[in-house]
């Protein structure tokens, strides 16, 4: 099992700041990865696909990099909505997904 | 605009059964594969359970594998999830999710499961 691994657990910032959230994979997923947002209450929404195309209506603040085993998901300037829960989906491994445990942005 | 509105969560007894179902809208469901995803309380997503398009394909993580029974309806644009012999640790919101190219780029608002004696 390809096992992801987000950091940090928790990032404490201001808006208007840039927020930088990691993953890192157990065995190269290639591009294969994918980036989720979930704010309290609500069902997770997508972001970026394939380590770096975001996904229909997703503001471009969001942008994703990386492949292989490191990813990066950048939050260019924090928007009040932006905090939230962010996790991490790989597809490498078809059929057996797994989900990276969460980084949660929280307001400084 | 794509709709998932899952249903049939509730209090089940540890060993009971229940069967969760995922009404499809906006969207020529027929074509997609459709997921099952859950979250306990407070903890992270855990993908469970996969169906391709026309039935042909399913998969199981192995924490449901001999328990869970995926399936759908493709006449009635619905998914569903057959669960027996729960757990406490099923205890979760399950959510059905649709798979474009193996992303899940639509998600239903979730149906709690609990399972307490």
């Known amino acids: 099992e390809i096992v992801l691994t987000q950091s940090p657990a928790t990032l404490s910032l201001s808006p208007g700041e840039r927020a930088t959230l990691s993953c890192r994979a157990s065995q190269s997923v290639s591009s294969y990865l994918a980036w989720y947002q979930q704010k309290p209450g609500q069902a997770p929404r997508l972001l970026i696909y394939?380590?770096?195309n975001r996904a229909t209506g997703i503001p471009a603040r969001f942008s994703g990099s990386g492949s292989g085993t490191d990813f990066t998901l950048t939050i260019s300037s924090l928007e009040p909505e932006d905090f939230a829960v962010y996790y991490c989906q790989q597809r490498s491994n078809w059929p057996t997904w797994t989900f990276g445990q969460g980084t949660k942005v929280e307001i400084k | 605009e794509v709709q998932l509105v899952e249903s049939g969560g509730g209090l089940v007894k540890p060993g009971g059964s229940l069967r969760l179902s995922c009404a499809a809208s906006g969207f020529t469901f027929s074509s997609y594969s459709m997921n099952w995803v859950r979250q306990a309380p407070g903890k992270g997503l855990e993908w469970v359970s996969s169906?391709?398009?026309?039935?042909?394909?399913?998969y199981y993580a192995d924490s449901v594998k001999g328990r869970f029974t995926i399936s759908r309806d493709n006449a009635k644009n619905s998914l569903y999830l057959q669960m027996n012999s729960l757990r406490a640790e099923d205890t979760a919101v399950y959510y059905c999710?649709?798979?474009?190219?193996?992303?899940?780029?639509?998600w239903g608002q979730g149906t709690l499961v609990t399972v307490s004696s």
């Open positions: 169906i391709s398009s026309s039935s042909s394909y399913i």
């Open positions: 394939d380590a770096s």
């Open positions: 999710a649709r798979d474009e190219a193996d992303t899940l780029d639509y």
